[in-house]
Nanobody, 121 residues
Framework: QVQLVESGGGLVQAGDSLRLSCAAS????????MGWFRQAPGKEREFVAA????????AYADSVKGRFTISRSNDRNTVYLQMNSLKPEDTAVYYC??????????????WGQGTQVTVSS
């Protein structure tokens, strides 16, 4: 079992930056691929970014490519999402996930409770 706790969300203005963190506890963190998804009001949950267990491969949704960066520290059991040049359409609840799946259609086994990101125009 893996427990995931997100932090770092908040209210910012368009163009600002935020860094989300996801702290993992429980089973071996380093063996899992990690990802970030988000869900805006009235919309389905969508893939944002993913990183392989080794950190050697990353994937991004087209909508965030070039603005967001996913990284991880296996020593700290933490995955990060650096979000730059934020836009109002980035407003959503952001969820951290872990599992053996990969990318936007992978099967992820564990999910955090989410952290709200609100970007005002």
């Amino acid at each position: 079992q893996v427990q995931l706790v997100e932090s770092g969300g908040g209210l910012v203005q368009a163009g600002d930056s935020l860094r989300l963190s996801c702290a993992a506890s429980g089973r071996t963190f380093s063996g899992y691929n990690m990802g970030w998804f988000r869900q805006a009001p009235g919309k389905e949950r969508e893939f944002v970014a993913a990183i392989r267990w080794s950190g050697g491969l990353r994937a991004y949704a087209d909508s965030v490519k070039g603005r967001f960066t996913i990284s991880r520290s296996n020593d700290r059991n933490t995955v990060y999402l650096q979000m730059n040049s934020l836009k109002p359409e980035d407003t959503a609840v952001y969820y951290c996930t872990a599992g053996m799946g990969w990318g936007p259609t992978g099967q992820y086994d564990y999910w955090g409770q989410g952290t709200q990101v609100t970007v005002s125009s």
